[in-house]
């Protein structure tokens, strides 16, 4: 199974490989994605660990001269997707680069994927010497977040668009609705005639997506009118975790590197961050973590995989990491309880999940991956190969689709996962929990 599972899982990577950076996903994501390419440079990095610098160094190419990394680099022409270049008009920004990019971003994951290259990669010097070659450029991305999307001075960053959470249309984001109203644009969607429209975003929840990229035209961009105006600012604690973990790793590779100035500076909002994470976003009341909007000073009391991910970035003690961690044991996320797989991208025994819709339900393999690896990091072995042993299993029942079913009754009958199919990171991500020894 395995040998077949990691050649099958290598030929997607390379049939979506575009000299230079990997598309997502054939027809429905054709251009480079910022998270999605973090991700899958890990996969590419036990297959062609050239492919993998090449990836990274793609993706920088449509770095902002601010430090800010969009969430999509238009280095190709494509017409199967929207919204495209056109619609996110970056060029009206003093900081944009001379290639299109998207106007927003993506879960910073860089520092810790420039990490795994490190431990995977052969040739430690060499890898070292990319590292260092990029590096100013990773830490110019921090250093951005922490002086553009930290109004308050709290470690904290927000986002701006609900596709910077990558957790797209997770129901969490229906509070935030509510709270404007948007006019009814003509919009030009793609994506459903590509796959099932019922399991995507609904075109209402499309307005407010456009809305808030026509807001961001309007003020051109400028980080101090989006701060002061935008109707969606989200501490999101996704985002936040990946950033926190990508601050871990530029710390101690910095340290290798000698690039002291930088290391101290992400010493100090790293230890800010945490703090922070764990007085303002911790629910005491459901044991996790969860979101606040600073719009409208509120949190929202809502459980999601996004939940877990500040295992991943060391932020909970020992004591609260098994509060946590409960909810894969007899809580709310619980196979047994469920009888679903891990781990789905919402509380299962909420009214708003959906197992089929996106991020409102289904199981998405880079999120288990970052659960995976937090559990195993805290010592959680058996249920870090619960989530394991769950993700290999849908993966090599159904492929490398971009979504999966929870439900283990459903799934003794469906023939097939969700969304697109042959999806760059299910794949990279299938390779890296097949090959790397490190947390087995």
Not at 82 to 105: C, D, F
Not at 161 to 175: L, Y
Not at 186 to 192: G, P
Not at 227 to 239: E, H, K, V
Request: neutral net charge; aromatic residues 16%.
């Amino acid at each position: 199974m395995m040998t077949t599972l990691l050649k099958s899982a290598a030929s997607v990577l390379e049939k979506n490989w575009k000299n230079g950076f990997t598309i997502p996903c054939e027809g429905l994501y054709p251009f480079q994605w910022n998270w999605d390419s973090g991700f899958i440079a890990i996969g590419w990095a036990h297959l062609n660990i050239e492919n993998a610098k090449a990836e990274i160094r793609s993706l920088l190419k449509g770095q902002w001269k601010n430090g800010f990394l969009p969430h999509i680099a238009f280095h190709n022409e494509a017409t199967s997707y929207y919204p495209g270049p056109e619609v996110h008009a970056t060029h009206i920004s003093s900081n944009s680069p001379s290639i299109k990019t998207s106007g927003i971003t993506q879960p910073p994951v860089l520092g810790f994927v420039l990490e795994e290259l490190l431990h995977i990669a052969n040739d430690k010097e060499d890898a070292l010497a990319f590292i260092k070659s990029v590096y100013k450029q990773v830490f110019l991305n921090h250093h951005y977040f922490y002086t553009s999307r930290d109004p308050k001075g709290e470690g904290l960053v927000y986002i701006c668009h609900n596709w910077e959470a990558g957790t797209d249309n997770t129901p969490v984001w229906d509070f935030v609705w509510d709270t404007f109203d948007v006019p009814n644009y003509k919009l030009q969607r793609k994506d459903t005639t590509h796959i099932d429209a019922s399991h995507r975003p609904t075109n209402r929840e499309y307005q407010y997506y456009i809305h808030l990229i026509e807001l961001f035209k309007e003020w051109k961009y400028d980080d101090r009118m989006i701060a002061q105006n935008s109707p969606f600012l989200i501490q999101d604690p996704l985002f936040n975790s990946m950033l926190i973990a990508s601050n871990n790793a530029l710390i101690r590779m910095g340290e290798l590197l000698g690039f002291h100035p930088q290391v101290e500076k992400l010493k100090g909002w790293n230890e800010m961050a945490k703090k922070n994470m764990n007085e303002k976003l911790f629910d005491s009341n459901l044991n996790a973590y969860v979101y606040y909007d600073l719009r409208n000073e509120r949190s929202y009391h809502h459980i999601s995989s996004s939940s877990f991910a500040p295992l991943f970035a060391g932020v909970p003690s020992s004591e609260r990491a098994k509060s946590l961690v409960g909810h894969f044991q007899e809580g709310r996320f619980s196979g047994v309880k469920n009888e679903n797989f891990l781990c789905a991208s919402f509380d299962p025994t909420s009214s708003l999940f959906n197992s089929k819709k996106y991020w409102r339900g289904p199981i998405w393999i880079n999120l288990n991956w970052i659960i995976y690896r937090g559990l195993s990091q805290y010592g959680f072995t058996k249920e870090a190969s619960l989530i394991k042993n769950d993700t290999l299993y849908l993966i090599e029942k159904y492929g490398f689709y971009e979504y999966f079913e929870p439900s283990k009754k459903i799934n003794e009958t469906a023939d097939k996962g969700y969304g697109g199919n042959n999806f760059s990171w299910s794949a990279a991500l299938t390779i890296d929990l097949l090959i790397n020894n490190k947390y087995k």
